[in-house]
């Protein structure tokens, strides 16, 4: 994305008010935002793979696991 300078943003003053152009978010600010999101849909992921290999197997499930790469026991 393209930046602009704006007003600087209070956590961030290192970067003088370097701003993202499309949204005028701080650039740092943004970049952690994200970072926090894709760790909580990874724990996510990982919360609902585990209960999926505790369910019991089905067709469907079976084959979500293995395409995800985890082995099931048949």
Known sequence: MNSVYGSECAKHPELA???????????KCHNERGRALH???KLQLAEL??????????PR????LEALGHVTSH
């Open 39 to 41: 760790a909580k849909r």
């Open 61 to 64: 499930l079976t084959a979500a």
């Open 17 to 27: 008010g370097r701003r993202y152009a499309l949204n005028n978010n701080c650039i």
């Open 49 to 58: 793979i585990a209960a999926a290999l505790e369910a019991p197997s089905t």
